[in-house]
Nanobody
Protein backbone atom coordinates (compact mmCIF):
# COMPACT_ATOMS: atom_id res chain seq x y z
CA UNK A 1 0.00 0.00 0.00
CA UNK A 2 1.40 3.37 -1.01
CA UNK A 3 2.01 5.80 1.79
CA UNK A 4 2.66 9.52 1.53
CA UNK A 5 4.72 11.46 4.03
CA UNK A 6 4.31 15.22 3.93
CA UNK A 7 6.54 17.75 5.62
CA UNK A 8 7.44 21.42 5.60
CA UNK A 9 4.35 23.16 6.88
CA UNK A 10 4.40 25.70 9.64
CA UNK A 11 3.94 29.32 10.62
CA UNK A 12 5.42 32.04 8.44
CA UNK A 13 5.03 35.79 8.19
CA UNK A 14 3.50 37.41 5.11
CA UNK A 15 6.11 37.68 2.40
CA UNK A 16 7.97 34.68 3.69
CA UNK A 17 8.70 31.31 2.12
CA UNK A 18 8.11 27.65 2.86
CA UNK A 19 8.92 24.45 1.03
CA UNK A 20 6.60 21.48 1.25
CA UNK A 21 7.72 17.94 0.50
CA UNK A 22 5.72 14.79 -0.11
CA UNK A 23 7.51 11.46 -0.34
CA UNK A 24 5.66 8.44 -1.67
CA UNK A 25 6.67 4.86 -0.99
CA UNK A 26 7.15 2.47 -3.88
CA UNK A 27 9.42 1.85 -6.82
CA UNK A 28 10.96 4.82 -8.65
CA UNK A 29 8.86 6.36 -11.40
CA UNK A 30 5.68 4.91 -9.89
CA UNK A 31 3.45 7.93 -10.31
CA UNK A 32 2.27 9.91 -13.28
CA UNK A 33 0.39 12.83 -11.78
CA UNK A 34 1.59 14.46 -8.57
CA UNK A 35 0.17 17.59 -7.07
CA UNK A 36 -0.75 19.80 -4.18
CA UNK A 37 -4.19 20.86 -3.07
CA UNK A 38 -5.24 23.05 -0.20
CA UNK A 39 -8.28 23.58 1.95
CA UNK A 40 -8.81 26.71 3.95
CA UNK A 41 -11.19 26.78 6.87
CA UNK A 42 -14.77 26.86 5.66
CA UNK A 43 -13.80 26.46 2.01
CA UNK A 44 -13.63 23.61 -0.47
CA UNK A 45 -10.42 21.87 -1.34
CA UNK A 46 -8.77 23.38 -4.40
CA UNK A 47 -5.91 22.53 -6.71
CA UNK A 48 -2.76 24.54 -6.05
CA UNK A 49 -0.35 22.98 -8.53
CA UNK A 50 0.18 19.78 -10.46
CA UNK A 51 3.00 18.16 -12.36
CA UNK A 52 3.08 15.23 -14.76
CA UNK A 53 5.74 12.56 -15.03
CA UNK A 54 7.33 14.48 -17.90
CA UNK A 55 7.37 17.68 -15.85
CA UNK A 56 4.45 19.55 -17.37
CA UNK A 57 3.08 21.86 -14.70
CA UNK A 58 -0.09 23.76 -14.02
CA UNK A 59 -0.96 26.26 -11.30
CA UNK A 60 -3.95 27.94 -9.78
CA UNK A 61 -4.13 31.55 -10.89
CA UNK A 62 -3.82 32.69 -7.30
CA UNK A 63 -0.35 31.20 -6.92
CA UNK A 64 1.18 31.73 -10.35
CA UNK A 65 4.52 33.47 -10.12
CA UNK A 66 4.83 32.74 -6.41
CA UNK A 67 4.73 28.95 -6.09
CA UNK A 68 6.82 26.38 -7.93
CA UNK A 69 6.10 22.67 -8.09
CA UNK A 70 8.81 20.15 -8.86
CA UNK A 71 9.38 16.43 -8.53
CA UNK A 72 12.06 13.80 -8.22
CA UNK A 73 10.92 10.67 -10.02
CA UNK A 74 13.66 8.49 -8.56
CA UNK A 75 12.67 9.45 -5.02
CA UNK A 76 8.92 9.59 -5.82
CA UNK A 77 8.87 12.98 -4.16
CA UNK A 78 7.00 16.14 -5.08
CA UNK A 79 7.89 19.57 -3.76
CA UNK A 80 6.10 22.88 -3.51
CA UNK A 81 8.24 25.96 -3.11
CA UNK A 82 6.05 28.77 -1.82
CA UNK A 83 7.36 32.33 -1.95
CA UNK A 84 5.79 35.70 -1.22
CA UNK A 85 3.24 34.03 0.99
CA UNK A 86 0.03 35.86 1.77
CA UNK A 87 -2.46 35.54 4.59
CA UNK A 88 -4.91 33.98 2.15
CA UNK A 89 -2.48 31.12 1.52
CA UNK A 90 -3.27 29.84 5.00
CA UNK A 91 -4.70 26.34 4.65
CA UNK A 92 -4.08 22.67 5.10
CA UNK A 93 -2.04 21.53 2.12
CA UNK A 94 -2.55 18.01 0.79
CA UNK A 95 -0.36 16.00 -1.50
CA UNK A 96 -2.06 13.86 -4.13
CA UNK A 97 -0.46 11.30 -6.41
CA UNK A 98 -1.84 9.01 -9.09
CA UNK A 99 -0.33 5.56 -9.40
CA UNK A 100 1.09 5.02 -12.89
CA UNK A 101 0.08 1.35 -12.92
CA UNK A 102 -3.29 1.23 -11.18
CA UNK A 103 -4.39 4.86 -11.76
CA UNK A 104 -5.53 4.97 -8.17
CA UNK A 105 -5.21 8.29 -6.42
CA UNK A 106 -3.60 8.55 -3.02
CA UNK A 107 -3.85 11.50 -0.66
CA UNK A 108 -1.49 12.63 2.05
CA UNK A 109 -2.59 13.43 5.57
CA UNK A 110 -2.19 17.17 5.09
CA UNK A 111 0.20 19.73 6.50
CA UNK A 112 -0.89 23.06 7.94
CA UNK A 113 0.51 26.28 6.53
CA UNK A 114 -0.28 29.40 8.50
CA UNK A 115 0.65 32.81 7.16
CA UNK A 116 0.34 35.43 9.84
CA UNK A 117 2.21 38.31 11.39
Amino acid sequence: QVQLVESGGGLVQPGGSLRLSCAASGRPYSFNLMGWYRQASGKERELVAGITSDYVTNYADSVKGRFTISRDNVKNTVYLQMNSLKNEDTAVYYCRVVDAYTYLEIWGQGTLVTVSS
